[in-house]
């Protein structure tokens, strides 16, 4: 069996891993496996290299991703990028692409799939554990982790200078990286875009914390968090990005600064960015990574397509792609109830 991997969209850490599954697992059988570079473009500009158990058997520590990534999307651009994918994968005898991404890589990969009968595979991935039909993306967990680390570095100079430090994480439009980030850091407030930002009231817990001894602050925004139209607080420039997204960034910002004008502590901000998507993968995302992988390459095996690995609960089992994708998994609201304990 020839079967071909790509990895599209944004990079995070447990790529390589889920890599290094699958490949096992088709070069195990006795198959051939082809990545193809930078995502969708790989597939459009017919660029590849072979994978074989031995030049991924060392990539489970790395990084991002060995194939390259890119946001490029067939369906978006110039109308021949659907048939030259289609070609590459005729012109490799690919019996079967995996491919690795988040909901615009899945979309594309579903689309593949309904319109053409091309035999795909999904994977999900993204540190903004987003996606629905799965539990846990890996990326996530890392990227916490990222987080928690700057977070407690961030605490010694914010104490030392009696500061609150308004940290920005990712996320997109949701707010798993914050809020998970907060709890771990014990977070004096967070800000996620599934709550209005609502301001009198993280000034009253900021203040109160002051009064009774605590020296310091800490606010955990998502990027994707907002005001309500009446707080007249205008965040995002709400400018459209190459690839339809409301451009994102700059909240925590503006969210330091209203901190020190209603309070008169002195504040900082910092945003943490595409630190949050680099180095190695943690423990939990190497081997999420390479579950995914071990059984993407088992459905492949069984020519199951038309599939996403997914994880629920403790198993990881196949789900239709065409389930899963088009449908942003916001916080539940569960965990805003387990957060809201800390405000009191
Ligand atoms: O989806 C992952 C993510 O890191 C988001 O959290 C963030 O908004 C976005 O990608 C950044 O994208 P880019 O790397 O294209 O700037």
């Given at each position: 069996?020839?079967?071909?991997?790509?990895?599209?969209?944004?990079?995070?850490?447990?790529?390589?891993?889920?890599?290094?599954?699958?490949?096992?697992?088709?070069?195990?059988?006795?198959?051939?496996?082809?990545?193809?570079?930078?995502?969708?473009?790989?597939?459009?500009?017919?660029?590849y290299?072979?994978?074989?158990?031995?030049?991924?058997?060392?990539?489970?520590?790395?990084?991002?991703?060995?194939?390259?990534?890119?946001?490029?999307?067939?369906?978006?651009?110039?109308?021949?990028d659907?048939?030259?994918?289609?070609?590459?994968?005729?012109?490799?005898?690919?019996?079967?692409?995996i491919?690795?991404?988040?909901?615009?890589?899945?979309?594309?990969?579903?689309?593949?799939?309904?319109?053409?009968k091309?035999?795909?595979?999904?994977?999900?991935?993204t540190?903004?554990?987003?996606?629905?039909s799965?539990?846990?993306?890996?990326?996530?967990?890392?990227?916490?982790?990222?987080?928690?680390?700057?977070?407690?570095?961030?605490?010694?100079?914010?104490e030392?200078?009696?500061?609150?430090?308004?940290?920005?994480?990712?996320?997109?439009?949701?707010?798993?990286?914050?809020?998970?980030?907060?709890?771990?850091?014990?977070?004096?407030?967070?800000?996620?875009?599934?709550?209005?930002?609502?301001m009198?009231?993280?000034?009253?817990?900021?203040?109160?914390?002051?009064?009774?001894?605590?020296?310091?602050?800490?606010?955990?925004?998502?990027?994707?968090?907002?005001?309500?139209?009446?707080?007249?607080?205008?965040?995002?420039?709400?400018?459209?990005?190459?690839?339809?997204?409301?451009?994102?960034?700059?909240?925590?910002?503006?969210?330091?600064?209203?901190?020190?004008?209603?309070?008169?502590?002195?504040?900082?901000?910092?945003?943490?960015?595409?630190?949050?998507?680099?180095?190695?993968?943690?423990?939990?995302?190497?081997?999420?990574?390479?579950?995914?992988?071990?059984?993407?390459?088992?459905?492949?095996?069984?020519?199951?397509?038309?599939?996403?690995?997914?994880?629920?609960?403790?198993?990881?089992?196949?789900?239709?792609?065409?389930?899963?994708?088009?449908e942003?998994?916001a916080?539940?609201?569960?965990?805003?109830?387990?957060?809201?304990?800390?405000?009191?």
């Open positions: 069996m020839k079967v071909g991997i790509l990895t599209g969209g944004g990079d995070c850490p447990g790529l390589n891993p889920v890599i290094r599954g699958a490949v096992r697992v088709i070069c195990n059988a006795g198959g051939e496996v082809y990545g193809l570079l930078e995502g969708w473009r790989g597939a459009i500009e017919g660029n290299i072979e994978l074989t158990s031995e030049n991924t058997d060392d990539i489970i520590f790395k990084g991002g991703t060995i194939l390259g990534s890119s946001r490029t999307n067939p369906y978006k651009n110039a109308e021949e659907v048939p030259r994918v289609i070609a590459t994968l005729e012109h490799l005898g690919l019996d079967c692409l491919a690795i991404g988040g909901d615009d890589t899945l979309g594309v990969a579903n689309k593949l799939w309904n319109d053409h091309l035999p795909v595979i999904g994977c999900p991935k540190i903004d554990n987003d996606l629905s799965t539990d846990v993306t890996f990326g996530f967990d890392s990227s916490i982790n990222i987080v928690m680390e700057a977070v407690d570095r961030l605490r010694t100079t914010a030392s200078h009696r500061r609150v430090m308004v940290v920005e994480t990712m996320g997109r439009h949701a707010g798993w990286i914050a809020l998970f980030s907060g709890l771990a850091t014990a977070a004096d407030y967070t800000l996620v875009p599934e709550v209005e930002i609502d009198d009231r993280m000034v009253e817990v900021l203040k109160r914390r002051r009064e009774k001894g605590k020296k310091y602050g800490i606010v955990i925004v998502s990027e994707g968090a907002h005001f309500s139209e009446a707080e007249g607080v205008t965040t995002q420039d709400g400018e459209i990005d190459d690839f339809g997204h409301v451009k994102l960034g700059g909240i925590g910002e503006t969210v330091a600064k209203l901190i020190e004008e209603r309070t008169g502590f002195e504040t900082r901000h910092v945003t943490l960015g595409h630190l949050q998507r680099g180095g190695s993968p943690s423990a939990y995302d190497r081997v999420l990574g390479t579950r995914c992988g071990v059984h993407a390459g088992w459905l492949a095996l069984k020519h199951h397509f038309g599939y996403m690995v997914a994880l629920r609960g403790t198993q990881v089992v196949p789900v239709a792609l065409a389930d899963a994708v088009g942003m998994r916080l539940e609201p569960n965990f805003l109830e387990e957060a809201e304990v800390f405000l009191k």
